[in-house]
């Protein structure tokens, strides 16, 4: 069944059969860490601040963390809630990395009925990014959820 045909089972949100549904948006910041090295690439001190800061690397061989950023003007560690963007970036830091920070907001949407209080969790993200594209197209109305 392709996702075109399993977004018709979720039309009750938009079409006004079950009355009552929302998108309730939460907003939710989040944080983008990177590393930034020189264009040619990260030195041996700079090599050795990742291997003991970044955790995919502590248990990797240096030799092995050496071939993988050798050249490489940048790492990328991941996108973070901000507690731990912070320890995280409280490390590099202290190693003396170029710690390149970028906030992202990244809003969340969850279908719930305002009239029975009921929640849809859609499991599969891609089917879920359907449906809430297709509610917002249809109107569905939104309320935005501080946290």
């Not at 950023?69 to 409280?90: C, D, H, M, N, T």
């Not at 920070?101 to 209080?117: H, K, Q, R, Y």
Request: overall charge negative; proline content about 6%.
């Amino acid at each position: 069944m392709s996702n075109l045909e399993r977004i018709d089972e979720y039309k009750y949100l938009w079409d006004g059969s079950q009355p009552g549904w929302v998108l309730k948006r939460f907003c939710g910041n989040y944080i983008d860490l990177s590393l930034a090295f020189p264009s040619t690439g990260p030195s041996t001190r700079e090599l050795m601040a990742v291997r003991r800061t970044v955790a995919p690397y502590r248990a990797l061989p240096v030799k092995e963390v050496v071939t993988q950023l050798r050249g490489q003007e940048s790492l990328l560690l991941g996108r973070f809630e901000p507690k731990e963007a912070r320890v995280i970036a409280a490390a590099c830091r202290r190693e003396d990395l170029n710690l390149v920070e970028s906030i992202v907001d990244a809003p969340e949407f969850l279908p719930m009925n305002e009239l029975t209080g009921v929640a849809l969790i859609i499991e599969d993200d891609l089917l879920a990014e359907h449906v809430y594209t297709e509610a917002l197209l249809h109107g569905i109305p939104v309320r935005q959820v501080e946290l």
